[in-house]
């Protein structure tokens, strides 16, 4: 008999949002599994992933779910914005969850809190981490200098624009790492101002504090934390510590026995790399106890095998087509509508996707308090005549072939939409490259016509305008791979940005919804899952849940052993 992990959890909001909230989606063939009821300690996990699509395995230099898998056993935040609970999978319990914080104290609802820090945390080399350490994190993850990666979302921390605009000025240690809202009460007690009142503040994922090592970094370039040996063999803090790395083969990690909530059950945490099908193979066989596989028929046959189990993690991210608008500058806007109406997405979350598409065309539709578009945004349903009627109006050459970077294998899912867009009218050819060229090829060279990607998940406005905005490409500090540009939609992005009522920036973004309807940047199709599929040996909890603001218990899980 199959068994399928699934939950609904809804998101609770305060302050300005008060009584908004978003639910998680709840899949069909829900099912009960059930842990044995006596932990057994020791042993290896070893779980299959992608490579890694840069050489950075610390939090600040993250951007791929790849890296989270080394990250999130390794480190640990100031707090989570969520609580896991009891269970295997997540309860997301709304409430702020200590990490190397012991308890946080509001000072001033969704503005202003401090922090106990507790004084059992270590680094992996045994130096103890301290106020400083959450500080000086703090700073590295806002200053422009040091480069840090997806740290938007603490832009509204006060006097951070200024160091992520501009920078500290500082090339090398010691650092003054001072933080015009990030205050030293005592040695043990931190205190965080925002600028602003910012509701779901820490439910946001991206909303990310980490202490970082002073007494490794302080003293050492400012980007230190970017180049050897840091960025690939990092110091953390958590459950388990770096202890050998094969470029493109694997990450073995073993339990920190210092770790101040216990030592971990396991003994050893494999991260091992390979492709899709290389790694369903190793599952089956016993050589690897969870990965990622493809929603659909991978996964619908291996949680229909005994001793198999799924876990389905919604995400909130906004999945569909972008044109390269730096190569089809007239077009771009309107195939993304065009492609809106060509593709079937019921279709293909139905017969290809066990179910787990959520239809949307929406781009702001994961925010609180943005659940709903404004009046007078279009939907674009599925309609081929209407793709075909928009292709008609902007004179499109159906002769015209796109090329369709991808990196990753083709699948069932994509030659679907092949056919689907072949069929109004827009001719693609697969481009096929490496993970470890993504980078290069998609984000800074722009080479491509066409690609099916998504356009982030996050509840920060400032984070999403990373993928928007026309001064935020990849060498910016930006995500902005569709190179689009849209100087009215900028202006009134800032205007949302700096408006401090939240009736006025929920209009003014409201506004944005409609300009981006106008001009879209990308054919935004859908939220996807992401469908594990763990052995029915791996106990205590299903560990990757990196898409919320949630610390997995890595410490409880274990492995039943063998027969």
């Known amino acids: 008999m199959s068994k399928q992990m699934t939950r609904r959890s809804v998101l609770k909001t305060g302050g300005a949002a008060a009584g908004a909230a978003f639910a998680l989606p709840t899949f069909a063939g829900a099912g009960a599994f059930a842990q044995d009821a006596t932990p057994a300690a020791g042993g290896t996990f070893v779980f299959g992933t992608s490579a890694l699509p840069w050489p950075e395995v610390h939090p600040l230099g993250s951007g791929s779910t790849t890296q989270w898998t080394v990250i999130q056993p390794t480190f640990m935040r100031l707090a989570w914005g969520l609580q896991w609970g009891d269970g295997m999978s997540p309860s997301f319990e709304a409430?702020?969850?200590?990490?190397?914080?012991?308890?946080?104290?509001?000072?001033?609802?969704?503005?202003?809190?401090?922090?106990?820090?507790r004084?059992?945390?270590?680094?992996?080399?045994?130096?103890?981490?301290?106020?400083?350490?959450?500080?000086?994190g703090i700073w590295l993850s806002l200053n422009k200098d040091a480069a840090a990666r997806s740290m938007t979302a603490l832009r509204p921390i006060l006097g951070a624009p200024k160091l992520m605009d501009e920078g500290a000025g500082q090339a090398q240690g010691p650092f003054d790492y001072s933080v015009e809202g990030v205050t030293k009460v005592d040695d043990t007690t931190l205190r965080l101002e925002l600028s602003v009142a910012t509701p779901n503040f820490w439910a946001d994922s991206t909303v990310s504090i980490w202490p970082m090592p002073l007494h490794i970094l302080g003293e050492q370039s400012i980007t230190a934390m970017n180049e050897e040996p840091f960025a690939r063999t990092p110091v953390g803090n958590g459950p388990?510590?770096?202890?050998?790395?094969?470029?493109?083969?694997?990450?073995?990690?073993?339990?920190?026995?210092?770790?101040?909530l216990g030592r971990p059950l396991l003994d050893?945490?494999?991260?091992?790399?390979?492709?899709?099908?290389t790694l369903t193979a190793a599952l089956e066989s016993g050589e690897i106890q969870g990965t990622i596989v493809s929603a659909g028929q991978v996964y619908d046959r291996l949680i229909g095998l005994d001793g198999f189990v799924g876990d389905l993690v919604p995400r909130l991210l906004p999945i569909g087509f972008a044109i390269n608008a730096e190569r089809w500058p007239e077009h771009a806007g309107s195939l993304n509508k065009a492609i809106m109406h060509a593709i079937d997405v019921q279709s293909l979350s139905d017969s290809l996707n066990s179910g787990t598409f959520r239809p949307t065309n929406y781009l702001f539709e994961h925010i609180v308090g943005f659940e709903t578009p404004p009046d007078g945004f279009p939907t674009y349903d599925y309609d081929p005549a209407k793709a075909q009627a928009i292709l008609t109006e902007i004179g499109w050459d159906t002769s015209t072939t796109l090329e369709w970077i991808m990196w990753s294998a083709p699948t069932a899912t994509t030659d679907a939409m092949q056919a689907m867009l072949s069929?109004?009218?827009?001719?693609?050819?697969?481009?096929v490259?490496?993970?470890?060229?993504?980078?290069?090829?998609?984000?800074?060279?722009?080479?491509?016509d066409i690609v099916h990607a998504n356009f982030q998940g996050s509840q920060s406005f400032n984070f999403m305008w990373l993928n928007i905005g026309c001064h935020l490409k990849y060498d910016d500090g930006g995500f902005n791979y569709a190179r689009y540009c849209d100087e009215n939609v900028d202006a009134l992005w800032q205007q949302g940005l700096d408006a401090t009522d939240a009736a006025e920036r929920k209009a003014i973004f409201d506004e944005v919804?409609?300009?981006?309807?106008?001009?879209?940047?990308?054919?935004?199709?859908?939220?996807?899952?992401?469908?594990?599929?763990y052995s029915s040996r791996v106990q205590g909890a299903f560990p990757y849940q990196d898409v919320f603001s949630v610390r997995a218990p890595w410490e409880r899980v274990w492995i039943t052993p063998e027969d």
């Open 95 to 117: 409430d702020i969850e200590p990490g190397v914080a012991e308890s946080v104290t509001i000072v001033e609802p969704d503005r202003v809190w401090e922090f106990k820090i």
């Open 513 to 533: 919804s409609l300009a981006l309807a106008a001009n879209p940047p990308q054919a935004t199709l859908w939220r996807p899952s992401l469908t594990y599929v």
């Open 119 to 136: 004084t059992d945390v270590t680094w992996h080399d045994g130096a103890p981490v301290t106020i400083d350490d959450c500080i000086f």
């Open 240 to 260: 388990f510590k770096i202890a050998n790395f094969v470029e493109g083969q694997y990450y073995e990690l073993e339990a920190y026995e210092d770790f101040h």
């Open 433 to 448: 490259i490496d993970a470890a060229a993504v980078v290069p090829e998609l984000y800074q060279a722009g080479n491509f």
């Open 268 to 277: 050893k945490l494999i991260i091992r790399f390979g492709d899709g099908d």
């Open 423 to 431: 069929a109004v009218g827009i001719n693609t050819e697969y481009k």
